[in-house]
Antibody
Framework: QVQLVESGGGVVQPGRSLRLSCVASGFTFTSYGIHWVRQAPGKGLEWVAKIYYDDSKTYNGDSVKGRFSISRDNSKNTVYLQMNNLRDEDTAVYYC???????????WGQGTLVTISS | QSVLTQPPSVSAAPGQKVTISCSGSDSNIGNNFVSWFQQLPGTAPKLLIFVDDRRPSGIPDRFSGSKSGTSATLDITGLQTGDEADYYCATWDRSLSAGVFGGGTKLTVL
């Protein structure tokens, strides 16, 4: 069965960096794009980033442009979210999700909590 | 402010029908497929509707989606207490080159 498992969350000080991982299994990893979506405490969903199935393109949301970058290692069935210069407002649960060509996010991980605090 | 506009909350009695709207623009809903997600408290979002009006396997036909122009709609019939959740619409915005979500709608089954 399709599974996505996020890891790497934790408590980090403002201005520091963190790298999240999303390990996929149960499907042909190289056939799908992967998205990161976050949810601040008590708030709605916010799209963060996307990487194409073949690593040819990446996109980032305005609120993280220049600070976050998405990458993938197809040999490890893993997508990463490198988060630099973290701010208080980056505190959220971060989900990775499988995406197809129609921007359908059909399978989601359980999420990993990132807390920015001094 | 979300790019896609949803009502903050809707409510109806068990067995009734509820409609959740999602309003956007030509750069998003008007030219891209819409998905709908259900999020129960403390859990990850779950795909309910994709490519405007299709249901993934396992989603009951009480849930249906439609789209007209720059607006999309999620209908839920035969409401059950287990349907109480937050519902989100989503699509791609070609002007922003970014994914976009609605602000979410909290469904209360009275």
């Amino acid at each position: 069965q399709v599974q996505l498992v996020e890891s790497g969350g934790g408590v980090v000080q403002p201005g520091r960096s963190l790298r999240l991982s999303c390990v996929a299994s149960g499907f042909t990893f190289t056939s799908y794009g992967i998205h990161w979506v976050r949810q601040a405490p008590g708030k709605g969903l916010e799209w963060v980033a996307k990487i194409y199935y073949d690593d040819s393109k990446t996109y980032n949301g305005d609120s993280v442009k220049g600070r976050f970058s998405i990458s993938r290692d197809n040999s490890k069935n893993t997508v990463y979210l490198q988060m630099n210069n973290l701010r208080d407002e980056d505190t959220a649960v971060y989900y990775c999700a499988r995406g197809d060509g129609q921007h359908t996010l059909d399978y989601w991980g359980q999420g990993t909590l990132v807390t920015i605090s001094s | 402010q979300s790019v896609l506009t949803q009502p903050p909350s809707v409510s109806a009695a068990p067995g009734q029908k509820v409609t959740i709207s999602c309003s956007g623009s030509d750069s998003n809903i008007g030219n891209n497929f819409v998905s709908w997600f259900q999020q129960l408290p403390g859990t990850a979002p779950k795909l309910l509707i994709f490519v405007d009006d299709r249901r993934p396997s396992g989603i009951p036909d009480r849930f249906s989606g439609s789209k007209s122009g720059t607006s999309a709609t999620l209908d839920i019939t035969g409401l059950q207490t287990g349907d109480e959740a937050d519902y989100y619409c989503a699509t791609w915005d070609r002007s922003l080159s970014a994914g976009v979500f609605g602000g979410g709608t909290k469904l209360t089954v009275l």
